[in-house]
């Protein structure tokens, strides 16, 4: 049996450590080509030595670090700002896997899509800021997209065998974040560790504070209406606090399928590096019965004003999803690094979006211009 081969990109991540631990647990039957991480050069050094991919890139800094320390190894460092397209399209590659953060996503999504390759996004902001323009190039070059952000791969596997034009509604649920129920009043007394505290997932820092805002829901509502060609308004936000069932789709008839697991990432993850198959994971099932019961609510968007915000983005498309994206992005660094409260992310984010003329049927250079656009604006209300 021929080996499935493997490049991850953000393989220092929360994501990239899961994608490693399910590859590990099938050694004949993955092989890793190529990894990419940004900073964190130590960490790929162990993954160097553990997985032997013939190329790895990493920020310059790291480098030299890494050619001193896996001297002897047949592994090409390169530079991950100026080579992470050519890893994302290695010919030795069927599968990329999109675990690194933010829009920089954006051009090795696009280098893989065009190379053919079957691409595993749990990356949100590459189809966020141009999902029209990857899901087009992803049909020209036949390349498959298997979702692995948990709510998007529910929503794939719900609708595996069955008849899209039936589909009525997707039901997206969210857990609520680490704020569902604390009162607004409080939310900027709230220590940064405090928001970090996400009650289900244990996430990248910048996921876990878009899931307090819930900006990171409305991020997979612009997500699932390009994965899934529907609209805006076929899709419902649901709070589901227990957070075991990861989405549901209605169809026509009344049927809803849902997809349910506990929270463990290994579980989208290795449903896409196994699809179509299914594979024993070791993770453990769900007791119904300690359970008992799932709730459900509607989201509250006043106290959770980025989510209405993003929606709002996706009816309207064009170049506002990436001034949304960037300008979150800026507003969420501040947050972490203390220059900004909590509720002064969705302050800066709303100011740089009403400023914002949007450009409709975007290319990728509007995109990507309206991204640093959104990034100086939201770092001028910041900082000036
Ligand atoms: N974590 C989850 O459970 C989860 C669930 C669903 C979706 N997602 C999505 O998956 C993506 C990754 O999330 P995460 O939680 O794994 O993030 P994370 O833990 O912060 O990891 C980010 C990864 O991206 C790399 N990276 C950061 N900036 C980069 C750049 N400019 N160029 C190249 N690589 C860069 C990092 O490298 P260094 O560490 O070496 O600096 C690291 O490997 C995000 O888009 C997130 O929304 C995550």
């Not at 606090?241 to 990861?246: D, L, N, S």
């Given at each position: 049996m021929t080996r499935k081969r493997i490049v991850i990109l953000g393989s220092t991540g929360s994501i990239g450590i899961n994608t490693l631990k399910v590859i590990e647990r099938f050694p004949q039957q993955f092989q890793v080509v190529g990894l990419t991480a940004c900073n964190n050069y130590r960490l790929l050094e162990q993954q160097i030595h553990r997985f032997a991919p013939s190329h790895v890139a990493v920020a310059k800094q790291g480098m030299d670090y890494l050619r001193r320390h896996v001297n002897g190894r047949k592994t090409k460092i390169s530079d991950v700002s100026a080579d992470i397209e050519e890893i994302a399209s290695?010919?030795?590659?069927d599968m990329v896997v999109?675990?690194?953060?933010?829009?920089?996503?954006l051009k090795p999504f696009l280098s893989a899509v065009r190379a053919g390759k079957t691409v595993a996004p749990a990356n949100k902001e590459a189809l966020v800021v141009a999902g029209n323009i990857l899901m087009k190039e992803a049909e020209r070059h036949k390349a498959r997209i298997i979702p692995i952000d948990s709510e998007q791969s529910a929503i794939f596997q719900c609708l595996?065998?069955?008849?899209?034009?039936?589909?009525?509604r997707i039901c997206l649920t969210a857990?609520?974040?680490?704020?569902?129920?604390?009162?607004?009043?409080?939310f900027d007394q709230l220590a940064v560790h405090e928001i970090l505290r996400h009650p289900r997932w244990k996430m990248g820092k910048r996921i876990t504070v878009d899931s307090a805002t819930l900006m990171n829901k409305g991020f997979e509502v612009i997500e699932a209406q390009h994965l899934f060609r529907c609209r805006v308004e076929d899709i419902e936000v649901v709070i589901h606090?227990?957070?075991?069932?990861?989405s549901m789709v209605e169809f026509q008839d009344g049927s809803i399928i849902a997809q349910m697991g506990i929270t463990d990432m290994r579980l989208p993850i290795q449903y896409a590096l196994t699809y179509p198959e299914r594979w024993k994971s070791g993770l453990k099932g769900i007791d119904f019965f300690k359970l008992k019961r799932l709730s459900f609510e509607k989201p509250d968007l006043e106290k959770f004003p980025s989510l209405a915000l993003a929606i709002y983005a996706a009816r309207n498309g064009g170049t506002l999803p990436s001034v949304l994206n960037a300008a979150d992005e800026t507003a969420v660094d501040a947050f972490l690094g203390g220059n900004i409260p909590f509720t002064g992310i969705y302050k800066v984010v709303e100011k740089v979006a009403r400023k914002h003329t949007i450009v409709r049927s975007p290319s990728l250079k509007d995109v990507l211009e309206a991204d640093q656009w959104a990034r100086e604006e939201a770092r001028g209300f910041i900082y000036h």
């Open positions: 290695l010919t030795s590659a999109i675990a690194m953060q933010g829009s920089a996503a595996e065998g069955q008849d899209r034009r039936r589909l009525k857990s609520g974040g680490a704020l569902l129920n604390v009162p607004e009043s409080r606090p227990e957070a075991i069932i990861h």
